[in-house]
T-cell receptor, first 114, second 116 residues
């Protein structure tokens, strides 16, 4: 299957700083990328959907000014958590897809905000 | 909006036995996709099986099969000959075929334990 990478896999930052997470489709071009958040022992909650070259569509309750998403190319999407606070600590997962085909998931990024 | 419900937070099974994980969903659409994903301790999401709603035949992938009951909006996963490596969180998911609505809607998950 297609491979999606995320970087970094783990990040620890101080409260008030910004953190950028990259999601890359390594061997295919993704027209759509999705960003999820997963709290411990809970399901994946979709944060936003991004299409290459256009603005991301955020789910209800997700602050678009806090979670900045850039899908600059068909192989790269970034999620920037701005002015991170301890409550933003979570596991962030991206997925990438082409049209209605299968979505391929990245390995996730664990964010810890001190 | 579509919803997906997994009513079994935890399940356990003896190695080599068969276990069935339940999933129900709610939608007004007539065509869609349903999925079962596995999330092992590594947290990497792995596609287990996929079912297109327009297909009456239940999907099968080796030891994994589904019982898709469209009228009842039920989509259960059967794991035969359970192996220790099957231990994981299992998520049922729904995806619309409507343009611009390809997002996955996940259930709450079922933690499966395999007893040796």
């Amino acid at each position: 299957g297609a491979v999606v990478s995320q970087h970094p896999s783990r990040v620890i930052c101080k409260s008030g700083t910004s953190v950028k997470i990259e999601c890359r489709s390594l061997d295919f071009q993704a027209t759509t990328m999705f960003w999820y958040r997963q709290f411990p022992k809970q399901s994946l909650m979709l944060m936003a959907t991004s299409n290459e070259g256009s603005k991301a569509t955020y789910e209800q309750g997700v602050e678009k000014d806090k979670f900045l998403i850039n899908h600059a190319s068909l192989t790269l999407s970034t999620l920037t958590v701005t002015s991170a606070h301890p409550e933003d600590s979570s596991f962030y997962i991206c997925s990438a897809g082409v049209g209605f085909n299968e979505q391929f998931f990245g390995p996730g990024t664990r964010l810890t905000v001190l | 909006a579509q919803t997906v419900t997994q009513s079994q937070p935890e399940m356990s099974v003896q190695e080599a036995e068969t276990v069935t994980l339940s999933c129900t969903y709610d939608t007004s659409e007539s065509d869609y996709y349903l999925f079962w994903y596995k999330q092992p301790p590594s947290r990497q999401m792995i596609l287990v099986i996929r079912q297109e709603a327009y297909k009456q035949q239940n999907a099968t992938e080796n030891r994994f099969s589904v019982n898709f009951q469209k009228a009842a909006k039920s989509f259960s996963l059967k794991i035969s000959d359970s192996q220790l490596g099957d231990a994981a969180m299992y998520f049922c998911a729904y995806r619309s075929l409507i343009q611009g609505a390809q997002k996955l809607v996940f259930g709450q998950g079922t933690r499966l334990t395999i007893n040796p």
